[in-house]
């Protein structure tokens, strides 16, 4: 199993839709994504704690007229993701290992139009809520790269990080320009936002009878 991590992160290093801490252009492309890598002025859509990949590649998919990256810091999950996105040919799809903390600086200010959040750790001990990625210090974070018109999205099974989610808003309600929620995607007119996407986890979870959360915001 070390054996085949290692081979892993060998591939990923080599890889053109990867960027990690050793790259020479690790760290280069804040406020050049666009024009270095993607090589248009298309829309950014950037998912957070991407895990495998498997809804930045699916969007990637569903909208070529914009450039996703996915996001986290585990190099064997990036593998699984950068290999889907080569052996169908996405050139509209990019990652980024790095820790969620440093997020703002790998992106400029309004660089990013759009953050997704899928099914992320719940973190349910209380001492750890700093740590949930819809805290107010991460909410401070994707607020600082996207653009003023740019949106949030969360998806998750975990009720009470669905909860803890809205009351943290609720404490920012000034700020909010709106928001969408459903406990019930799947029974909710909000159903427009699967888009056909499907994690793994996600099918886990229907299978299971767990409704999906869906929440949407857009700050000030």
């Known amino acids: 199993m070390a054996r085949s991590k290692l081979a892993k992160f060998a591939a990923i290093g080599e890889r053109e839709n990867v960027i990690e801490p050793g790259d020479e252009r690790y760290g280069q492309l804040k406020g050049k994504w666009r024009q270095l890598l993607f090589q248009n ?3 950014i859509v950037l ?18 007229e914009k450039n996703f990256i996915g996001s986290d810091i585990k190099g064997e ?6 290999t889907m ?19 703002d600086e790998n992106f400029a200010e309004n660089e990013v139009d759009e953050v997704w959040i899928t099914f992320p750790d719940p973190r349910p001990r209380d001492r750890d809520s700093k740590r949930r990625l819809t805290s107010p210090r991460f909410l401070n974070l ?21 909860e803890y989610t809205l009351e943290v808003l609720q ?15 799947y029974k909710s007119n909000l159903q427009e936002h699967t888009m ?4 793994t986890y996600e099918k886990r979870y229907l299978a299971e009878g767990i409704p999906i959360k869906y929440l949407q915001l857009q700050f000030k």
């Open 47 to 64: 998912e957070v704690g991407c895990g495998r990949g498997e809804y930045t590649v699916g969007m990637a998919q569903v909208f070529p």
């Open 85 to 103: 996105a080569e052996e169908k040919k996405l050139e509209n799809v990019a990652f980024l290992r790095t820790f969620i903390e440093q997020i």
């Open 171 to 185: 404490e920012r309600e000034s700020e909010v320009k709106y928001l969408l929620h459903t406990p019930d995607l």
């Open 196 to 199: 056909g996407i499907y994690t």
């Open 77 to 82: 999950r990036l593998w699984k993701g950068s």
């Open 41 to 43: 002025s298309n829309p």
């Open 142 to 162: 994707y607020k600082s790269i996207l653009k003023p018109d740019g949106l949030i999205h969360l998806k998750t099974d975990n009720l009470p990080l669905y």
